[in-house]
């Protein structure tokens, strides 16, 4: 594997973030505490990796062009900019969101876990989408 792999890794990250987000969601609607928490320590340590191969990848090949045009261009950076943005708000939604839980303030952590959930699965998902439009479509 090269650096010039890192993007369909980068993908299958965000994919299985995704993956684990919902299935950490519906474990603990199931009243599964104890498997929630690994599941969603296990999505964050995905977003870890993703973040670090997303930095070395960036770091060595820079940015690459959207090559589409038309209205597949305004769609793919309308997708982008909003991905973008959030993406730089998971981070400290998600520490928030499990500083809550291990410290036990549970009513603070549903409550930040609401809003941080959502976006967190947008961005996982454009992530991937993104990937799609830039270098399979």
């Given at each position: 594997?090269?650096?010039?792999?890192?993007?369909?890794?980068?993908?299958?990250?965000?994919?299985?973030?995704?993956?684990?987000l919902i299935?950490?969601?519906?474990?603990?609607?199931?009243?599964?505490?104890?498997?929630?928490?690994?599941?969603?320590?296990?999505?964050?340590?995905?977003?870890?990796?993703?973040?670090?191969?997303?930095?070395?990848?960036?770091?060595?090949?820079?940015?690459?062009?959207?090559?589409?045009?038309?209205?597949?261009?305004?769609?793919?950076?309308?997708?982008?900019?909003?991905?973008?943005?959030?993406?730089?708000?998971?981070?400290?939604?998600?520490?928030?969101?499990?500083?809550?839980?291990?410290?036990?303030?549970?009513?603070?952590?549903?409550?930040?876990a609401?809003?941080t959930?959502?976006?967190?699965?947008?961005?996982?998902?454009?992530?991937?989408?993104?990937?799609?439009?830039?270098?399979?479509?």
């Amino acid at each position: 594997m090269t650096v010039r792999d890192l993007p369909a890794v980068n993908a299958s990250l965000n994919a299985l973030a995704t993956v684990l987000l919902i299935y950490g969601y519906r474990l603990i609607r199931q009243g599964k505490r104890e498997q929630h928490k690994r599941v969603m320590l296990s999505a964050f340590a995905v977003s870890i990796i993703f973040l670090i191969c997303y930095l070395v990848y960036h770091a060595e090949v820079g940015s690459v062009p959207y090559q589409g045009q038309g209205a597949m261009r305004i769609i793919y950076f309308t997708i982008l900019i909003s991905h973008v943005i959030l993406a730089a708000i998971v981070p400290v939604l998600a520490i928030m969101t499990l500083w809550r839980a291990f410290q036990e303030r549970f009513d603070k952590h549903r409550r930040i876990a609401k809003i941080t959930l959502p976006i967190w699965l947008y961005v996982s998902i454009t992530g991937v989408i993104v990937y799609l439009m830039l270098y399979i479509f």
